[in-house]
């Protein structure tokens, strides 16, 4: 009887360990005002949905990723990388393939989506300028590189990422449609010109205080922080000539131990509704094709979906095979 009672709470055990698994899976992404807005639109709705409790982690660590997966110990059941990341992850065996009968890719943005990946947003590197900072405020990536007409210092993303080397080659005159393969050689030639000149953000508040300071009041930004930086009370202005468009991605790391549960907040986050929630609050644009018509249209025409005039998108299938050649350059030449 003893040992009948001992398997029976070890079983029991075991049910209610399964059970509390089941009742809640962690996402990690990258933190501040994005992760909020993340929970508040996505998080929250599944909970209601599911009854699924979604307990935040983040920032988003890829080394930290790597090394769950290696030693199949991972915590995170989704994650919100950048849509470079999630290529060179997928083809690497790190990521769980997306089951699309789940999650309806038929009504996704088909840039961002592949075997292993979705798009969580999308975004555009902007021309931002602190108007009431300077007398004129730049408007091409080639004013952006003129310190003669353009005095002063000037922002750019620190991390190796799709968007500073896509804009000097534009500056330089490279076409839009020419980009790719990426000539490092003429585009680091080109940053060399400016490089004194060059203040890094590497979050986007950073980048924000660096314009509303005009300690750099102009800059290469990510829009949905001008239009936060406007709504602020600063004299924002962004120029969207020739923006360059990058996604962050959700994934499922390999061995994720609430994998069902995962599809299914996946498939939530990229609904139309959820997507639009998501845009509203952020300034980026929603991946979900459905998502423009659920949008008042003021708001709407502030989001990079409605800026392709001259849109520039920037290759995720390049930057991911080239993701480490390019960030070992990029890195030296910074600590130069």
């Known amino acids: 009887m003893k040992i009948k009672f001992a398997f029976a709470a070890i079983a029991a055990l075991v049910s209610v360990s399964a059970t509390a698994k089941a009742d809640t899976l962690t996402f990690s992404s990258w933190g501040g005002t994005t992760q909020d807005a993340q929970k508040a639109a996505w998080a929250n709705s599944f909970t209601d949905k599911t009854g699924i409790q979604i307990l935040q982690d983040g920032p988003t660590d890829y080394g930290k990723l790597k090394a769950m997966v290696e030693a199949n110990q991972v915590t995170w059941d989704v994650v919100d990388v950048e849509g470079d990341y999630a290529v060179q992850a997928g083809k690497k065996g790190e990521l769980e393939k997306l089951d699309f009968s789940v999650i309806d890719k038929s009504k996704l943005d088909p840039r961002f989506v592949t075997d292993y990946s979705v798009g969580s947003f999308y975004y555009s590197f902007v021309i931002g ?34 968007g500073v080397i896509e804009a000097a080659l534009l500056a330089d005159g490279v076409p839009a449609d020419k980009l790719y393969p990426l000539d490092l050689d003429r585009a680091f030639k080109k940053l060399d010109t400016i490089k004194s000149d060059i203040v890094w953000w590497s979050s986007g508040a950073q980048s924000q205080q660096l314009l509303a300071s005009a300690e750099a009041p102009f800059g290469s930004i990510w829009n949905g922080r001008m239009t936060a930086l406007a709504a602020s009370g600063v004299k924002a202005e962004t120029s969207w000539d020739h923006n360059i468009t990058a996604a962050d991605s959700l994934v499922i790391p390999k061995g994720a131990p609430n994998l069902d549960a995962a599809m299914k907040f996946i498939a939530t986050a990229t609904s139309a509704q959820q997507q639009a929630d998501f845009a509203k609050a952020t300034g980026y644009a929603p991946t979900n094709l459905g998502s423009g018509k ?30 480490d050649a390019i960030g070992e350059r990029w890195y030296a030449w910074q600590a130069k």
């Open 294 to 323: 659920l949008m008042d249209p003021e708001t709407a025409k502030t989001l990079p979906d409605q800026q392709t005039t001259s849109q520039v998108n920037a290759d995720m299938s390049y930057w991911a095979d080239n993701r």
């Open 129 to 162: 300028c602190n108007s009431d900072a300077v007398s004129a405020c730049p408007k091409t990536w080639a004013d952006l590189f003129d310190t003669q007409k353009f005095p002063g210092k000037r922002t750019f993303y620190k991390w190796s990422a799709p």
